[in-house]
């Protein structure tokens, strides 16, 4: 079945550093991939997502490629801020159901 | 109303208590999840509806669980005879189609069971 496996955590950067969280899916057909964060004490949010093979998605500084090639969609950000702080999760979906990565915590201190 | 708002937001039960957690979707959207989300993992599948009908529900995890949108608007998720392995966060997400439109999530019901 299809299923996500992502980087483990946690992770801890400086504010301004360069942030990578790695993600690689296995599914059948073609998924559409997102990132999802979770803010302490909120719900899950959109992040970014990309629905086809070398789509780019990009939002709030953080940028993801849909990379077919290499079953990978890994998600960066060029200089994190302390806000940047929270668990963020890779996901993929074939049909109307998401199927999750076990997450990844991001701490940024200051 | 603006998002998917989920009752009670916090869950005591003592084991083999029966409990109900209520989702108030996103008005006018179609699509209803419910993911089951245990500490440190990534949220799973329970159950889908489009409108009122339950397309999927092969993410139960034993037949003590059962959902309801009777509607097609409000949801319930109910437990039955609650278990220890039962305690995680419920989430419930709502979407105006798959899940390429994006879902939007409400804040969960965190369910402990003593």
């Known amino acids: 079945g299809d299923s996500v496996t992502q980087m483990e955590g946690p992770v801890t950067l400086s504010e301004e550093a360069f942030l990578t969280i790695n993600c690689t899916y296995t599914?059948?057909?073609?998924?559409?991939l997102f990132w999802y964060v979770q803010y302490p004490g909120e719900g899950l949010q959109l992040l970014l997502k990309?629905?086809?093979?070398?789509d780019k998605g990009s939002n709030k500084g953080f940028e993801a490629t849909y990379r077919k090639e290499t079953t990978s969609f890994h998600l960066e950000k060029g200089s994190v801020q302390v806000s940047d702080s929270a668990v963020y999760f890779c996901?993929?979906?074939?049909?109307?159901?998401?199927?999750f990565g076990a997450g990844t915590t991001v701490t940024v201190r200051a | 109303g603006a998002g998917v708002s989920q009752s009670p937001r916090y869950k005591v039960a003592k084991r083999g208590q029966d409990v109900a957690l209520r989702c108030d979707p996103i008005?006018?959207?179609?699509?209803l999840f419910w993911y089951q989300q245990a500490l440190g993992q990534g949220p799973e599948f329970l159950t889908y509806?489009?409108?009122?009908?339950?397309?999927?529900k092969s993410g139960l995890p034993s037949d003590r669980f059962f959902a309801e949108r009777p509607e097609g608007s409000v949801s319930t998720l109910k437990i039955q005879r609650t278990q220890q392995e039962d305690s995680a966060v419920y989430l419930c997400?709502?979407?105006?189609?798959?899940?390429?439109?994006?879902?939007?999530f409400g804040s969960g019901t965190r369910l402990t069971v003593v």
């Open positions: 997400a709502s979407s105006v189609g798959t899940a390429n439109y994006g879902y939007t």
């Open positions: 008005s006018g959207h179609v699509s």
């Open positions: 996901a993929l979906s074939g049909d109307y159901k998401l199927s």
């Open positions: 599914a059948t057909g073609y998924p559409s």
């Open positions: 990309a629905t086809k093979a070398d």
């Open positions: 509806f489009q409108n009122e009908a339950q397309l999927d």
